[in-house]
């Protein structure tokens, strides 16, 4: 046994040694594992670690509710809207500052809103800002001038390039829905009523900038007229934001620092001294560090044995299952009550945490004619889509495949998200169903070999699973997926597992028949994940186009009452995943998470999963108690 053990032992003080000699300064009050961030630009975050330090450095007009609640004020002291909801008047707070103290103004939000509107910038979330009047004329207006100057002999490019960007600053300010009237107002006209554009803006695609600082780093490329950042800009020590932590170290693959904003207009409420997002590639390699006690919390825990570690925290819950009931009926939190608990025994943990997510795991069928060697695809079919939908037992692959006991999902938007929008139920998992609508389709085994036919005697092609490498669980339930459509619809599969980005870029260009998919909502709201399937959308990689159903996504948009409201999108969300099939709902997300609760708290247990690390702290007083097991 001991022998067994010596090489994980071994692991373990070579990772506290690298750690240690790593080390540039004390270790943080507070250290939470995470995936390496990739940039500090509010405008351009993509990822969810990037978007946490956004949250916790930047601060837009409002932030979100620790507990999932309506947006609270944050930099904006108070808000109002029209009666037709379209127009939106914030008021700044008179002490919010910049971290080097200048004064923060509604100049450094319009001007902020201005770069995602920018072909330029690429942003992922431009769609955010068109939901403002005169956003998307805007931008495809300077998509049209950039291609303007592209076709000018080279010698004129550079005058032309100068006087573009003149021109863009003055005519976004002239003709887009953003007014300052003075430095603590800003007024924005949408295009259609938005109930969510406080969550919106609690975003960081719409947090400021500090001007100064931008236009420092900023050029303008002679030869396209594109506009450029030196991103010497988003340096520590450069870098200037307006949130209520600052970033003092960021290097890459080492880590970033964050500690509290000197100048921050509500520091008296700031919690930790300091908080590191420490980048740990092996997932066994950062249980070994939380269970060292060199970290505090793994955001994403994807260990493949994290199904057991459930499992112990489960069989605790349960041993003490009255004593816990109480003492959340006594209005404690989770986290407050597990703390209260008895300390767990040999083979329990407190430390695991499955959190339902904000989020749905769904699989793709490409509704595109063909296949990309240009064979007639018949995944174009709704009837093949929905057969293969029905022959999947979403079920037995979390019970038995994730064991993690998610909650299975007919619907795109998980259901129980909205208090006043309950999704349709979907197609349920029906074998007999199944083999009638491939029969439909035309598809059925006519030779007696076990494996479907169309009317020419062809064999059903086989079927490309396209999934994304670095995490079992999607090569998991791909297999599962296979063998069911093997053994109920006779057909052959095909796995094809590829890096992350390379498979994206295949589910973009249509290269795949089933791919892998998944979509966390970005404001609270049931169109953060319809409008993924809106004909015209960037994230529609099924190519799935339904007049009806965009017809459907714009009277919901126009529409003030919130039950008319709540039966559009509902029949949209029917043709959705009841008729038409684009893409298959496997089951909600979870997140399993690695804390102690009893040194560690103000994580947010909300579906959104939306950590701000501001919000962390050291239970007081610290217990003496030893981590458990």
């Known amino acids: 046994m001991l022998r067994a053990l010596a090489p994980f032992v071994l692991l373990a003080v070579m990772v506290a040694g690298i750690v240690a000699l790593d080390r540039s300064a004390p270790r943080a009050e507070i250290v939470f594992v995470s995936p390496d961030v990739f940039t500090l630009d509010p405008q351009r975050v993509t990822y969810q670690q990037d978007v946490r330090v956004s949250q916790s450095i930047f601060e837009g007009l409002c932030t979100e509710s620790p507990d999932g609640g309506d947006p609270m004020a944050g930099a904006a002291e108070s808000w109002n809207v029209s009666p037709d909801g379209r127009t939106w008047t914030f008021t700044l707070r008179d002490g919010a500052r910049w971290s080097n103290g200048a004064t923060l103004t509604s100049e ?17 979330y431009s769609g955010f800002l068109f939901l403002i009047r005169g956003g998307r004329e805007f931008f495809e207006w300077r998509a049209r001038e950039l291609e303007a100057i592209a076709a000018l002999p080279a010698d ?44 919106i803006l609690a975003f960081p695609t719409l947090f400021p900038v500090h001007r100064p600082t931008l236009d ?26 307006n949130g209520p932590m600052m970033v003092t170290d960021w290097r890459y693959k080492r880590g970033l620092r964050i500690e509290p904003t000197p100048r921050y207009w509500n520091r008296d409420e700031l919690r930790p001294a300091s908080v590191e997002l420490r980048p740990i590639e092996d997932s066994n390699t950062a249980v070994l560090a939380f269970q060292a006690g060199d970290v505090d919390c793994i955001s994403d825990l994807t260990v493949e044995y994290r199904a057991d570690m459930a499992d112990e925290q489960r069989t605790w819950l349960e041993r003490h299952s009255a004593q816990w009931d109480a003492l959340r009926a006594s209005g404690r939190s989770d986290d407050a009550a597990m703390a209260a608990l ?17 989020g749905t795991d769904f699989w793709n069928f490409n509704c595109r004619p063909t296949l990309p060697d240009g064979r007639p695809n018949p995944f174009a ?93 999607t090569r998991d339930n791909a297999l ?15 796995l094809r597992g590829k890096d992350g980005k390379f498979a994206k870029e295949d589910l973009r260009t249509g290269n795949f028949m089933v791919g892998r ?29 339904n007049p009806r159903y965009d017809a459907l996504l714009d009277a919901a948009a126009a529409e003030l009452d919130r039950t008319r409201r709540s039966a559009l999108l509902r029949e949209a969300e029917r043709i959705l995943v009841e008729e038409d099939m684009p893409l298959m709902p496997l089951c909600q997300y979870v997140t399993v998470y690695m804390y102690d609760p009893a040194r560690l708290r103000g994580l947010s247990r909300y579906p959104t999963l939306s950590q701000h690390l501001n919000r962390l702290r050291r239970p007081e007083p610290l217990p003496s108690e030893a981590a458990s097991p």
């Open 108 to 124: 450094d939000y319009a001007e902020a809103w201005m770069r995602p509107m920018l072909p330029d910038m690429a942003s992922d």
């Open 156 to 199: 004129a490019r550079a005058d032309a390039a100068r006087d573009l960007w003149t021109r863009t600053r003055a005519r976004y300010r002239e003709t887009v829905g953003v007014r300052t009237p003075d430095l603590r107002t800003i007024e924005v006209a949408l295009v259609q009523p938005t109930p969510y554009w406080p969550s």
């Open 216 to 241: 420092a780093h900023l050029s303008v490329d002679a030869d396209s007229g594109r506009v450029k950042l030196d991103p010497k800009w988003l340096k520590p020590g450069t870098l200037v934001s």
């Open 342 to 358: 008895p300390v767990p025994e040999r083979g329990e943990r407190r430390d695991v945490h499955v959190l339902s997510a904000f």
């Open 381 to 473: 079919d709704a009837r093949v889509r929905r057969a293969f939908a029905r022959a999947i037992d979403k079920r037995a692959i979390t019970e038995k495949v994730t064991r993690l006991r998610e909650r299975v999902a007919g619907s795109l938007v998980p259901s129980g998200a909205f208090d006043w929008y309950e999704p349709p139920a979907g197609l349920a998992y029906d074998p007999d169903a199944a083999r009638a609508e491939l029969a439909a389709a035309g598809w059925i085994d006519r030779d007696g070999d076990g494996r479907v036919e169309d009317a020419q005697g062809r064999r059903f092609p086989v079927v490309d699973i396209l999934y994304m490498t670095g995490n079992p669980r």
């Open 480 to 494: 599962a997926m296979a063998q069911m459509w093997r053994e109920t619809l006779g057909v052959d599969c095909e």
């Open 517 to 545: 998919g998944g979509w966390y909502g970005d404001y609270p709201d049931p169109t953060t994940f319809l409008e993924l399937n809106r004909s015209t959308d960037g994230n529609n990689d099924r190519a799935y186009a």
